[in-house]
């Protein structure tokens, strides 16, 4: 008889719960593919300069923050179209506030989370006192704040003073600060989902909400919390964004289809419209594939209106690809 | 020879007190009473079965202990001290825990998860997963079942009996003291239905009061030591269960007055050639389907709940086809594949569930009774104000045939009584013409009015050469209106039986066997 | 022989009664409708009192409620359609590169266009029905594919002008007509196409089967309705719709790249006003049609009162919330 030390049994357990979401073959596959396809028909940097793929993560910052967020809410059961005009709110409030004055950053910063808790709360109150359905209410509550924006807004406001464009450019040694901040929000939606009370209630919810009523669950609450930390991880995108552009605008958010994208990017990682299964992982690979798509249009120098055509057919066919296997028909 | 049986109702009360008890209870829903002042004592180390045809009350009966309803008069007591549960939670943490046939479990969770959702333990909200598995074999430990199903296993990896164990594992961990189950055995094989009869007794072992729903007779004397026979809603006995065999089970579970007036069968002259022949058919859930329909006749289908009635109309009716076998329409081999197919060789399907399968709740009776017609007319015929184009008075002929008491055909069907509902969808079908009818419960949650009504109209059918498949758990609907009568088990045909058999033949066959071979049957299964 | 025993008095108070109940029945859109007309009336009488102002707003007022009554099929059917903003956009700058400033081409291009409106409507119609995806979502990705397409066509700006002919049906006027004084090309196509909708919606075969699938989808199929192909139908009829808008407002309006957008949004407040269940299963054409004056009434009310064109963003979006919201809980406190 054997007897295995502490630490051979833990790493054990630990492989045995460690499931790599299928889509990260999909990722490698299209890492492939786009290599191949700018070595014929470009000047080949995807697979040769490590700078490119550097970028194609640090691209992929904005839209990974709020996929977290996204991927939260569906596997509640729900989904928010408003994150695209919350991330324009912020951006603008931010740099509104900051004026480019390094003092007024601790007043900004506080100041557009609390409006993200604001946005989150109301999407969650609406869906979930008022009964409306999660499409129309987050997208109603999006053109509130479009409209809101719009009119105290129309251009550039204010600026960010240098020491916050570290959030957009710094680096710790090689590494983007970016990146860092973005793999830690992964963890900490990891954390959440899986090793909290809050997390296992939401993947109840999702799954089967009556059945999650009737052992207990406080059904609302978990959805409204849901939508809170939507909001909020969009406003952190919006941060982000705000950092590297230096200045805010109110197209931020729908010009980089922050919904739709991140939307779809949680769909293609695993988790379902229903709800109830998924996690942040298979998200991760999304946003990586949406990025490597998005370098290889710009390297293949495709023409930006087409980008937008090709973006509409990889977001309908990346649903598609889970969908078509249902059963039931769809509405 | 039933009489002879002692009601253990009426015997002095036993020393041990009993761990649940109800006292006439009673609870009625519109149009029916589910349960007329019934008393019963559940106690602790004790099996407990409650027998009885669909409809008698035993569900109603288990919604009401376990927290699902409130009874509308009655008093409950658990362990001497009066409760009542006004949410299914409060049930649960007074330690009285229900399993329903369709488990109440997340698929894509795991065991743990299945087994604590709502009670993980956390500190300050974050989940200690290692607590939680551990606790949770401790759990299946109690079962004995810890080697076989592991805390991390996703529920939906596990086997049907697998879940059941889950469900049973949460109830323990609830440290119940009552646990009933509806219909357990239902979805197992005969090994793990061995598996649970064990489960039972370890748990009896430990003091657990358990209580089940089953129609499997074999079971329930393997597994129970008492035996409650509901019937329409009434306890007609408690028995002890070495005092009594399965054929004075049943004879208290049936037999009663005809006191519904149905309408005279056919005779051999309205009964004409075969019209729908089906042989050696399977599908997925169904195997070795052989059986005639004739025209001008009404061949009731009668089984137990999950015997595979439903299941046969909707492989007829090209809902779920079947993959191997044929079927013969007027002669002609035809295979359905789906229910347009089925419309086109005129057969016409009333389904079980009105509300869900039946009617488009907000459209008007109108159109709900047209929806056939129009659906294999042209795409952009047109229609005047009262319905369809030369056919004015279709929709008030066809409320004139099904007797429809409304003041109006523009009315929403939603908000007609079910009867009126079930007379729509009926006259949805005559308006297609159909002549093959399959009918599954017709009678369901109507009141006795309309019933008669209904049952008049399916007589009237047959009277017009119109070849009707009539499935009903109501046996004094399937004696009252069959002129035949086709048995299932077990998603095949156990056999066929005359007009106007007894309620107890039926019975016998529904649940597999005749009286006097259970003991050959418990003889042969030990073999396997 | 009956003696009468309903004295006059009698007959009189039953008649308020019945009046009483056919009033409650009247849809709330109407007199909303008529009350901020009412307002806006007194607000500036010149526009809103004159027989030439109420004709001046139908020409406004019909683009969008072409658009409504489309979007309504499809909201009747249980689905969404969010293309329709784009498809405006699309019409729009398509054709002001195809018409090449010359008249000639006016009657190629609308042919051309009714074209792509089919193939939209195909497109989406076949996406849900097969490839399962919820109609929001494919209709929102179909939004980006039809602008990205007609911006990468026009390459990011209008290619010219739109002709004047082409332009007739979303601005011109009848002239010197009797007690109404000029009646707008756009309100006499919204009036055929009103007609035209009202029959295929509330009197033909293809409607019932309609509401039926948004009302049941099980039931209809059990009862041999093609769901399928009637929901592809249904998306098409809603983006040959929106061409048609998309021509109206492109007259009205003449060329500039973000116009249509926020359409579909105005639309589905349009219907939702017009008492459209966002389920499906129910549906008025004329009340959508008076749902879409209503907003823009609303709209023009705000213009009035000095809120910027952001603000009615605002209010469109409480419209929505709270007509869906209204609906919804109202129809709980039924059960």
């Given amino acids: 008889m054997t007897t295995t030390t502490a630490t051979e049994s833990w790493f054990k357990r630990t492989s045995r719960s460690i499931h790599i979401p299928p889509v990260y073959i999909f990722l490698i596959v299209t890492f492939l593919v786009s290599g191949l396809l700018d070595q014929i028909l470009s000047d080949g940097q995807i697979l040769t300069n490590p700078a490119i793929m550097l970028n194609i993560i640090v691209r992929s910052v904005a839209l990974g923050i709020v996929a977290v967020g996204q991927t939260m809410v569906i596997i509640g059961a729900s989904i928010d179209l408003s994150v695209a005009y919350t991330i324009s709110i912020t951006a603008v409030m931010s740099s509104y506030i900051m004026l480019g004055d390094p003092a007024k950053v601790p ?24 009964k409306v359905n999660p499409f129309i209410a987050t997208l109603g509550v999006s053109l509130i704040i479009k409209g809101i924006i719009n009119a105290t807004f ?10 916050f464009e570290y959030f957009g450019y710094g680096t710790i040694g090689s590494i983007p600060v970016s990146i860092i901040i973005m793999l830690f929000v992964f963890l900490v939606g990891w954390f959440i989902l899986a090793r909290t009370k809050f997390g296992a209630h939401l993947y109840g919810v999702g799954g089967n909400a009556e059945v999650a009523r009737l052992s207990g669950v406080r059904t609302d609450r978990v959805v409204i919390g849901a939508h809170i930390l939507c909001s909020l991880t969009a406003v952190l995108s919006g941060l982000f964004l705000v950092s590297q552009m230096r200045s805010g605008a109110p197209w931020v958010g729908p010009n980089g289809l922050y919904d739709l994208n991140s939307i779809a990017t949680t769909v293609i990682g695993g988790t379902a419209l229903s709800g109830g299964k998924g996690g ?12 490597i798509l998005d370098t290889t249009f710009n390297q293949l120098g495709v023409n930006p209106y087409l980008k937008m055509v090709l973006r509409g057919a990889i977001i309908i066919l990346a649903v598609a690809s889970y969908t078509i296997r249902s059963k039931k028909e769809a509405a | 020879m039933a009489n002879e049986i002692d009601d253990i109702n009426t015997k002095p009360a036993e020393e041990k007190q009993p761990t649940m008890e109800v006292q006439h209870i009673s609870k009625r829903f519109p149009g029916v009473i589910a349960l007329d002042d019934v008393s019963l004592q559940f106690f602790p180390g004790e099996t407990h079965a409650v027998v009885g045809e669909n409809g008698a009350g035993k569900s109603t009966l288990m919604k009401i202990m376990s927290g699902a309803y409130t009874p509308d008069s009655g008093t409950m007591y658990l362990g001497g001290e009066k409760v009542s549960f006004s949410h299914p939670q409060q049930a649960q943490l007074k330690g009285v825990a229900i399993i329903y046939q369709e488990f109440n479990l997340l698929p894509e969770r795991t065991v743990a998860h299945n087994i604590f959702l709502a009670r993980e333990s956390s500190h300050l909200g974050t989940l200690n997963i290692q607590k939680m598995n551990k606790d949770a074999v401790e759990v299946l430990k109690e079962l004995g079942v810890e080697k076989m199903i592991l805390p991390t296993a996703l529920v939906s990896s596990l086997s049907v009996a697998e879940q059941q164990l889950v469900e049973i594992a949460k109830a323990i961990s609830f440290k119940a003291k009552v646990l009933i189950m509806d219909e357990p055995t239902a979805a197992l094989t005969y090994t793990e239905v061995d598996l649970l009869v064990n489960l039972i007794s370890r748990l009896k072992q430990k003091g657990m009061s358990v209580i089940f729903i089953s129609h499997r007779l074999r079971e329930v004397f393997d597994i129970a030591e ?15 269960k070495k005092d009594v065999t399965p054929s004075d089970v049943v004879y208290l579970m049936v037999g009663r007055t005809l006191d519904h007036y149905f309408p005279p069968l056919g005779t051999p002259e309205d009964f004409g050639e075969v019209v729908l022949k089906v042989s050696n058919a399977s599908n997925q859930i169904l195997s070795d389907i052989n059986f005639e329909l004739r025209r001008g006749e009404v061949l009731g289908v009668a089984g137990l709940q999950g015997s595979g009635r439903t299941e046969l109309a909707q492989s007829l009716f090209g809902v779920m086809p079947f ?8 002669g002609k081999a035809i295979a359905v594949k789906n229910p347009a197919k089925a419309i086109k060789n005129r057969m016409g399907f009333v389904t079980e569930d009105r509300k869900s399968e039946g009617l488009a709740p907000r459209q008007p009776i109108r159109d709900n009774m047209l929806l056939t017609v129009r659906s294999v007319q042209f795409l952009f015929s047109l229609i005047l104000k009262d319905g369809i184009r030369k056919s004015r008075n279709l929709v008030p002929m066809l409320g004139e045939q099904v007797d429809i008491r409304t003041d109006s055909f523009d009315r929403e069907v939603q908000f007609l009584s079910g009867g009126n509902q079930q007379k729509v969808v009926l006259a949805k079908w005559l308006a297609s013409d159909a002549d093959v009818f399959f009918f599954d419960e017709p009678t369901r949650g109507i009141d006795v009015e309309s019933k008669a009504g209904i049952h008049d109209m399916i007589r009237a059918l047959t009277k017009r050469g119109i070849a009707v498949l009539m499935i009903s758990s109501e046996l004094p609907e399937i004696i009252g209106m069959s002129d035949r009568i086709l048995v299932m088990a077990d998603h095949r045909i156990a056999g066929e039986l005359p007009a106007r058999s007894s309620e107890q033949e039926i019975m016998l066959m529904a649940i597999g066997h005749a009286s006097d071979k259970i003991t050959e049957l418990t003889a042969a299964v030990g073999e396997n | 022989m009956t003696t009468s025993t309903i004295t006059s008095q009698g007959k009189f108070l039953n008649t308020l009664r019945n009046l009483w109940g056919w009033i409650k029945k009247i849809p709330p859109v109407y007199p909303v409708f008529f009350i901020i007309f009412i307002v806006l009336g007194f607000l500036n009488p010149v526009k809103y009192q004159s027989m030439n102002g109420l004709m001046t707003f139908l020409r406004t007022a019909s683009p969008l409620a072409v658009l409504a009554v489309g979007e309504m099929f499809v909201l009747a059917i249980g689905g969404f359609d969010l293309t329709v903003g784009a498809i405006v956009t699309f019409v729009v700058l398509v054709s002001s590169k195809l018409l090449a400033n010359d008249p000639a081409n006016a009657f190629s291009t609308i042919m051309i266009m009714l074209g792509f409106g089919v193939l939209i409507g195909l497109v989406n119609g076949l996406v849900v029905s097969y490839l399962k995806v919820p109609s929001f979502i494919t209709t929102l990705g179909m939004m980006l594919l039809v602008r990205g397409g007609a911006l990468y066509y026009v390459g990011g700006a209008p290619q010219g002008y739109l002709t004047d002919n082409w332009r007739a049906f979303g601005r011109n006027y009848i002239e010197n007509v009797i007690l109404f004084e000029r009646v707008p090309y756009a309100l006499i196509l919204l009036i055929v196409l009103g007609i035209v909708s009202y029959v295929f919606f509330h009197r033909s075969n293809y409607g019932k089967q309609l509401l039926a699938i948004g009302d049941n989808v099980r039931a209809s199929q059990l009862s041999g309705v093609r769901v399928r192909l009637i929901r592809v139908i249904t998306f098409i009829l809603c983006a040959v719709f929106a061409i048609i808008g998309g021509i109206m407002i492109g007259g009205y309006g003449g060329v500039n790249v973000t116009i249509g957008e926020g359409l579909e949004m105005q639309a589905i407040a349009a219907c939702v006003v017009g008492g459209v269940l966002l389920g499906g299963g129910k549906g008025s054409v004329l009340n959508v049609i008076f749902g879409a004056f209503t907003l823009q009434a609303i709209v023009n009310l705000l213009n009035m009162l000095g809120l910027p064109k952001p603000y009615t963003d605002v209010v469109q979006g409480l419209i929505i919330i709270g007509a869906v919201a209204y609906v919804g809980l109202s129809s709980q406190k039924k059960k």
């Fill in chain 1, 280 to 291: 942040v992982w298979g998200t991760l690979a999304g946003v990586l594939i949406f990025g």
């Fill in chain 1, 154 to 163: 129309s251009n550039y406001t204010g600026s960010v003073p240098k020491s």
């Fill in chain 2, 226 to 240: 008492k035996i409650t026979v509901l019937k329409d809603g009434k306890l007609i006995k408690t028995v002890v």
């Fill in chain 2, 323 to 330: 993959k191997t076998g044929n079927m013969e329409l007027h």
């Fill in chain 1, 107 to 130: 007043i900004a910063i506080p100041a557009v989370f609390g409006i993200g808790v604001i946005i989150g709360l109301a999407n969650g109150l609406i869906i979930t006192k008022l």
